[in-house]
């Protein structure tokens, strides 16, 4: 069929999915062991050959071999090729690069912390409604005050000075406590242990380098390391869904174009929603729901097709459901489930079949090109091209090698953000408290020195004054020499001479002024 890709030979009708429709989202279900990493893979390589880029998570290590060719040791691939009639079945390789969030096994993935925000952030973080409240002051607070919260660091200093300052976020934006803040910076710790230092800082990805094709128009399948992630389902289904809202926000809308821009697979789906709060749901069916006009398709691969919510599975048009094992009541309501999902056909008992399926075999029902859906057949897998299983760490190395991205995002970088503005300005106030301090204690040294020295001169003219009087008794005690005394007995003869020679010259000039 042209414009689709060939997924499986049906009892009735070959399986095809129509690219027009593939943005209509779908699902892969089924119980552990029974093919879904296949039919993923073969997905992907449909997409990959008609210039659609893929997205893919690899939890166990087996699809990287997408990166190789296949090869006849693997038998039962040219098996079921040759049974259901796939007469240009060939081994080939695909045009895959490798991510990595710890950046180990492919090029790192890193975000911000604005660009997770507080919603992402606080599910990350497993806060209650009133952590993320918090949170969610603190995100304001930072864009309020133009610091950019970009790595772990960033996030523990902001929530440092918010703790140091929460009456006055109080009064602004709503009661913040200590303690609240304390918790959050608990479970950021936790956190950071897991890892999450790897994930969070620059050069953030550029999501566009996921929407690629090489030079024989084949779409860039990109497969992210997921072994390690997976020991934090929580970073890992967040991170996953951080992408996808990122997908979101940037692409441009363009309706139903006639192939998919791009095909996120999201495994082990019900990672993202277990326990997930219902502001969460919400902005996963917002994004699921609006991100197909972006011309991005998502498909679900999970054990158990009830663990997607309602509102979710809604949405999701193309569906294949490999076998469910009936052996609890939930096992049993999840076979139920799935059976009503399914455009009924007449030749098959869907429930009944669920429980026979062989490996490789598959319910299968696609969106066909007017929208509908397709009545459920009973399906053979078609086989992958590429290797079916791990790759070595050699091959791995050598696809790295040859990658548009070698180089890109290895070095780190760490620009001024609000760890470093806050610690600066923290070092500010500490100066300026501390030459404050030496002001201070400079103009008590200045007053105590002019009181030691006025005491001090008190003192000396008092002593001087004491040592004059001194001088003085001194002086008067010392008795005359001859010398002195002849001296003085001359000037008291010359004293008492010119006073009786005055005298009658004075007392004539009054008596005769008298008797005139």
Not at 170 to 197: M, P, S
């Amino acid at each position: 069929m042209a414009d689709s890709i060939f997924i499986g030979k049906g009892e009735q009708h070959p399986q095809a999915l129509v690219l027009k429709r593939a943005n209509r989202h779908g699902l892969i279900a089924g119980a552990t062991g029974t093919g879904k990493t296949v039919t993923l893979q073969t997905l992907a390589e449909g997409f990959s050959r008609e210039g659609v880029p893929v997205f893919l998570s690899d939890v166990k290590g087996d699809i990287a071999g997408m990166a190789m060719a296949g090869s006849a040791a693997a038998a039962w691939t040219a098996k079921r090729a040759a049974e259901i009639g796939l007469a240009d079945y060939g081994y080939a390789a695909n045009p895959v690069v490798f991510w990595d969030v710890f950046g180990e096994q492919g090029h790192p993935v890193r975000a911000t912390i604005s660009e997770m925000g507080p919603l992402l952030l606080a599910r990350l973080l497993q806060l209650n409604d009133v952590q993320e409240g918090v949170l969610n002051v603190v995100f304001r607070y930072a864009d309020d005050m133009g610091l950019l919260l970009l790595d772990l660091k960033d996030m523990q200093a902001m929530l440092s000075f918010c703790a140091d300052n929460a009456a006055d976020l109080t009064t602004k934006y709503g009661n913040v406590t200590k303690a609240t803040i304390g918790t959050i910076q608990r479970e950021l710790l936790q956190l950071e242990n897991q890892g999450a230092a790897h994930f969070f800082g620059e050069p953030a990805l550029d999501i566009t380098d996921f929407i690629r094709t090489d030079e024989n128009g084949h779409g860039q399948v990109n497969i992210l390391a997921a072994d390690k992630l997976m020991q934090s389902p929580q970073l890992y289904a967040t991170f996953l869904l951080w992408m996808l809202s990122e997908l979101y926000q940037t692409l441009p809308e363009i309706g139903d174009p006639d192939k998919p821009k791009l095909v996120f697979f999201f495994d082990e789906a019900h990672l993202l929603f277990d326990a997930a709060p219902k502001a969460l749901l919400d902005k996963v069916e917002q994004v699921v729901r609006l991100v197909r006009s972006k011309g991005v398709g998502v498909y679900f691969i999970t054990q158990n097709p009830i663990d997607v919510p309602d509102t979710i599975a809604g949405q999701l048009g193309n569906r294949v459901q490999h076998a469910l094992r009936a052996f609890t009541p939930r096992d049993q309501a999840a076979v139920k489930s799935a059976a009503q999902t399914f455009r009924a056909n007449p030749g098959v008992n869907v429930e009944t079949a669920i429980t026979e399926l062989k490996v490789g075999e598959a319910l299968v029902s696609l969106l066909q090109a007017d929208g509908a859906p397709t009545p459920v057949e009973r399906t053979l897998i078609a086989p992958p091209g590429s290797r079916v299983g791990p790759i070595t760490p050699d091959e791995r190395d050598a696809v790295q090698d040859e990658s548009p991205y070698a180089g890109k995002y290895t070095a780190t970088i760490d620009r001024e953000s609000a760890w470093e503005k806050l610690n600066a300005r923290a070092a500010d106030a500490a100066q300026a408290a501390a030459q404050s301090e030496a002001d201070i204690a400079a103009q008590k040294a200045a007053l105590l020195q002019a009181k030691l020295d006025a005491t001090a001169a008190a003192a000396a003219a008092k002593q001087a004054a004491a040592q004059a009087r001194i001088d003085a008794a001194a002086a008067r005690a010392q008795p005359k020499s001859f010398a002195e005394k002849l001296l003085e007995s001359a000037a008291r003869s010359a004293v008492t001479s010119a006073t009786r020679q005055l005298a009658p010259k004075l007392l004539r000039g009054i008596l005769g002024g008298l008797f005139k």
